[in-house]
Structures are given as C-alpha cells and as structure tokens.
C-alpha cells in the first residue's frame, strides 16, 4: 500500500508570548519572527505512517508538502526517516493558510502520484488550528474519512483505526483508499534517526512541481480561495502582581482565599 | 633451571602476544605528548602516590610492591653472583642488603599479603568482587612462593650454624622453627624445596599474561599512556567525511588502542565502582563492570567481539552515566571509562537510535531552536531587560574589551539560571570591566549533544559557533558555566577555536585579589561548596570559588567528598534532559543530604545546572524547617558588594 502524508511547516509553536507580533497589514505574523518548523500533528501523522511501514501494511511512503520557496525542515526530516520520496508543490500566489486552496494544490499533486491509497493528515495545523485540510481532500477524491486517528492496523482488506472520542475511543473499520486525520499520542512522538540515514537524505531528490505542473490555472487556484482573514492581532496580556504579605501561614492563606473569591476566581462549595 | 626459566618464558611471551594483538585492532591514538607530565604521573604511581589515596589498599599495595622489587632484587643479585660471576655477594653489602634488606622487605611482602588476604576474605569491601580462582591463583602462589624462601633461607642458616645470621632476623626465626628436623633431614629436603620454590616462580611467571598479575607491566604503562593533562573524558572525534563512517564503539576496531589497553590494565580494584554516582543510586552502571565486560567479551571473541554499544553493555548502563571523571580521578591504574562510555552512546545514538526518549527530545530541539531547553517561556536575551550592558554585534573593536560574557543556554532560558548572570552582571559593572555579551549570537555549546553521543549535532553546533566567534574577533571569553568552559577553552579547538577562556570564579577571585571588587560582607553564615565536575575534575580549578567564598567570610565547611573526589549533582552526560529508565534513587538527593550533613545553611555552587539539581535535591531531603539554601558564588557575592 502506498501512502501519502501531507506535511506543513508552521512558525515555531515556542515562540516566546513576549516574542510573539502581527504584521497588520498581512494580517498575520511575518515570517522572520523564528524558525519554520514541521507542525507537531504532521510528526505525529509522519510517525504512523512510518510505524504502518514498520509494520508491513504500507510499502511505501511519500511525503508531500505545499509551501513556497524552499522548506528545509520537514521534507528533510522526512527523507531522513526513510520515506521513500518527498514532494513539494511549490505554491506560489496560494494563501497557505486557506484550507480550501491548500487542499485544492495537494488534490492536484495526490491525482498526479501513483495511486496512493492512505493520506494521512495532521489533525489541524499547529499554527491557524482550522483543520479542514484533511477532510477536504477527501471530498475532493471522492474518499472515506476517518478523523482525530492515533493508531491503526491491518484487519483483513481493511483498516482498523482507533480514534478519540469524546470520552474515550472509538474502533473503526475503513477500507482503503482512504484519508486519516491524525492527533496527538504518546505512540506518536517522531523518531529520531540514524545519523546515516540523515547523511544519505541530503543527497536524495526532493521532487519539485509548480502549480503549472499540476495543470492548475491561477484562476482555478484564485478561485479556490475561501478565506478571507479580517483581523488578526495578538492578545494583550496584562499583569498585575499583588503581594500579600504576612508572618502567620493560616492567615495569608485565609487572605489569598478571599482575594481569590473577590476576584470571582475561586469560590467555596456551600 | 634455565630449561624450566626457557619455557616459562616462552608461555609468557605467547600470552603477552595475544594481549597485543587485541591492543593491536584498535585504531590511533597519540600518547608521546606532554612527556614531563607522563613521566611525573608514573613516578608518582611507582613511588604508590595513588594507591595510597586508600589507606588500607594502598599500604597492602605498597608493602607487597616494595617487597617484591627488594626481593625480585635480592633473587637478581644472586643470579648475578653465582651464575654470571659477578661477585658481589659479600662483605657490608651481603649483610646490609641481601641479608638484612631482602630479609625484612620479605617479611613486608609477607605482611602486605596478609592484608590482602584480611581484605578481601575476611573484610570483603562490597565493591571488591571476588573471582575465584583467579584470586586465589595470584595470592596464594605469591604466599607460597614468599614462604618457601623463608623456609630454605632458615635451613641454610639451621645447616651452617651462619653467625652471620642475625643479619637475616626472619630467617633466623624459620631456622628455629626447622631446627627439631635435624641437620640431615634439612640437608636432604633442602634440594627439593630449592626446586619446588623456583619452579612455582616460574610457573607464576608464565601465568602472568593470563592473570590479574599482568597489571605489573599493563598499569604503569597505561598510566603513563593515559592523557596527563586537560582536556579529559573527551570522546574522540568522528570523521563525518570517511568512508564508511564510524559512528561510535561498536566493535573492538571502532576503539583507540589505548581503549583497548585500558581493559587489560584493569586490577579489578573495584574504586571506579565505589564512587560512581550512578552506581551509588542504584542505576544498572558500574564503570568496573563496563571496563571488564568489554574485557571479557573481546578476550573471547577478538576482533569479532560485539556488539559492543548495546550488547556487551547494556544501554540502561551506557544512558546511567553523568560523565562525572569519578572513576577515572580514583582508578590508580589511568583507565579512561567516560570516553569510552560515550563511544558506545555515540554508536547508541547515531547509528541504532537506542536513545531514551529525553534525548531524543533534546537532539530535536537543538535541530530546530539551537538550545536544548523544551517549552522554553523566554527568548535569549529577555534576561538583558533593564540591564545596561552592551552586546557583542554594537560593539566595533571586540579588542577594547577585557572580555566577552559568553551566556550559555541556561541562563538565556532558564529563570533561576538568568540570576546567576544579573549577579554577574552586577558584579562585572561594579569593577568596571569592560565587557560585551555574545547574548543573541549564541547556539548551544554542544556539550549536551556530543555527551549523549550525537557527535553529528555537536559538530554542527560547534562549528557554527566557533564561524561566529571568530567572525567577532573574539579571543577572551567570560563563561559562569562549567559545561561552556570546556567546549570553548578545550574542545573547540578541534573547529579552530582557540581562546583565552575564564570561569566566572576565576575571574572574580582576581578582581577581589586586585582591589576591583569591594565587599562589605555580613560575616559568619555557614556553607558548603560544592565542586562541579566539568570545574573541579575535568578544569582542575577548585581553589577559586574557594577564595572568593573565603574574601566574603563566611564558615567555610568542606563536605565529606569534596574536590578531585566531589560527588556529582546528577546533571552531567546530558542528564540535566533526560532521566533513566530505571531510575533508582536520585543522584542529586545523595549529594543534598551530604551537603545539610555538613550543618550548612547555604549550598554553593558554581555551575547553573549544578544549582538547579541541588536545589531540587534540597527540597527532596529537606525536613520542614530545615532547607537548605542554594546559591552561585556570584550570588553572594553579587548580595555583597560594597556601595
């Protein structure tokens, strides 16, 4: 079985409160604000396909990403767990933060790749959290969608996934051809690779198709689009430190609880 | 007799020529440098300097090298006399040195025997593991061999009634013991316990190279061969560009012959064993275990022996090491265990990704943030708010300034650690010193990476780092960390770094000692300081942080392990990240408890991550009222500047 993982790389996710800033005009953070790293959910969706490897049920993984210019960090990292090949859809004019075109650039890439039976998804991006991408895609190519996935098996000529629930976790069935959104599990945490493996993948092609490639007109991207981003602005934190002094503990306890319940953030049972 | 002596020779030889063809598959490695202070290490190992470190081991030790070489002496100058001709058996030098001498120094030989016997059947220290029949195949053959020379020395001195023989005073004692056989009985006996006491000399002889015994010549060389001065405990280095490249220690081949030189040197002393930190907190580590497993293990399968990361020592082994040099300041016979035991992390990490998952962790996020804190809540220079201090990038002639304040991730990341570097600051200003702070310009030393085996991360790191200090013009660098002190005064050097490097303790006692730091100190608080490893043992600099504790008057007390023999704090090898997998007591929690034991108040450090353990080893022993304060040196000092 062959399976795709769509990757993204978002702006590092421990960027400090007091680094954090909004560029108005773009109506988003500007890109030099710190490193382009892969987001935690596509490690995550990367590490299961790379388990389902492991484990014989997909022979072969492509990782696949949508970005302009040049990512280093995630098809490399990529190419260094030993996926068998990494693309990038080099997508310039697109708006990566509209889920609609970003699908609209993978659907073409994934119809142009040798019959991939499993995508696997981020369950959202780390850095706008809409998580549609995934579903989307599957729309798009007609396929089942098994959402919030953190492991999967083979179960005959099926899948059987498991995925959280409210309150627990749900057991599925899907037949392949199908897309899986994935989340967050300790299972889950990416590997780290052989220093060999690492030293073989800079020298592994990355494959490079343009929006042209795809056979995508700049119209059809345009009207892809969905999102229009109003406003976006960085909430203001304010802080305010009270000290509240005192020699005997039972009383600055007693003078913290009050505060507290004056503050309405805090309030004794009956 | 030169029939019996021939083959003993012959076997002898055989055996050390299996041992130097193990020696033999190693690779490279220099040891013809630094010749005086070769020398002197030997010389003080001969004349026992370190043995005696241990007083009951160490005089057994003496008393039976001693009385060897007296003896070994004695035997030679016999040889000499009787079968070259040579005579130089008479006279004051016969009575004062092949009599008397060789007579008392045996009965010393004796003696240290003895102690060896008490030691290791009767006391049974828990680290001196017994190994039967080796053991007992190097003492008793030994005993047996010392007694049967009493014995024919008290016939001789029975049979010729020598009225010499006072001069023999132990002699004299086995011939009245032996006098009830009678002359004729002795006479007849005396030829056959002449043979069977050469024969068993001989026969010892030829055991030598397949026994304990073989550290009479394998220690003082190794000894000599091991690296005299700093930089220490460093892994050797990984060429990237080779083909194939070797990632770490997986077979005998991937070791240094000195490595290899290093397991045959072993006396199985067991010393490594009993100040090992890990060992003492119950982690599946012991550096004796290490060094003879891998012993063992290549003896027996030679160049085919492995794998050795991984398999012949565990990783729960390999991962349970602080890189402390514990074992290596107490081993007497110059073993190298860390850079050993970071060449099989090396081959852990790089090559079959065995790592625990904090390692993991942190090599990622060197990758992607170039520092190895996680989730941290600051960028690196948000510890510079409200400070006037000027960075290195606005300073035009880094020559104008006394030095550069390298900050280390610690302190750019860390809370408590960014105190450190404000009371330096403080500190720095108050003497008006001229400084710069590399501050945004800084990535990760490095340290935690090649100490945890990911030379590969470590190289990038340090060559990225060293591109940017010498693009600064930087030569002199001021560091409060330990680990940054060693990357950028020794190991950088390796990229072409090459710097005038000072520990802030070094340089405070010099601006204390030149009148640039005035201090109005409260006098009398009680601490203790405790040495980091990566200052103390691996820098050799324990008197400064001395001084300045010293200039600020407060009661210094020292704890029960302190200097070359501190006992670490548990942060060390990278596990300041990462914790074992089977974590038996805490490291740091054994070191607490040493430090209240002392009756301190305050626990003084001088390493940021040092600190942070205390601290938290403090809070885990501490019992209610009593906490143990912990402090860097330049907090206190910082805390008493004068206006």
Redesign the interface.
Known sequence: MHAVVLLKEILDWELPASKFRVDDEAKRPPLDLGPSLLGPFEQNALELALQLKDAGVVTRVTALLAAPGEPVDGLRKALALRCDEAVQVVAEGADAADPSQTAELLVAALRRLESPELVLAGRQAGDWDHGQVGYLVAERLGLPAVGLVFRAERDGDRLRVWRVAPGGVEQLGVRPPAVLTVTSDASLQLRMGSVMDRMAANKKPITRWTVEDLGLSPERLAAARRLEIVRTWAPEIERQCEVIDGDDPAEIVATVLSRLEELKLLSRSP | MYASMTVALLVFAYGVWRRLRIWRLGRRQVVWDHLGARFRRLLAALLQATVLRRRLPGVMHALVFFGFLVLFGGTLVVFLDSDLGIKLNHGAFYLGFESLTVDLFGGLFLLGLAIAVYRRYLLRPWFLERREPSDALLLVPLLLIALTGFALEGMRLAVVHDRWGGWSPIGLAFSHALAPLGRSGLRSAYPWLWAAHVLMWHAFLAAIPYTKAMHWFTSPLNIFFSRPVAPRGVPAPTD?DAEP?R?GISAPADMTWKQLFDLDACTECGRCESVCPATAAGKPLSPKRVILDLRDAIRAGGADAGPLAGGVVLPEALWACTTCRACEEACPVGIEHVSTIIGLRQNLA????V?P?G???T??ALE??EHPF??????RT?WLEGLEVQELDAVEDADDLEVVYWIGCAAAFDERAQQIARALVRVLQHAGVRFAVVASKERCNGDVARRTGNE?HYDMLGNANVEMLNGAGVTRILTHCPHCLQQLRHEYRRFGGDYEVVHHTELVASLIEQGRVRLAPDAGERVTFHDPCYLGRYNRQFDAPRLVLDALKVQRVEMARSRGESFCCGAGGGHAFYEDADDGEKINAIRAREAAATGASTVVTACPFCLTMLASGARAVSSGEQSLRTRDVVELVAEALAD
Do not use: N
């Open positions: 990237f490249v990632l790089m090559d079959q990704v790592v998952p390692v993991a962790e090599v990622t992607a943030r996680r989730g941290a809540s600051s960028g948000d590969f």
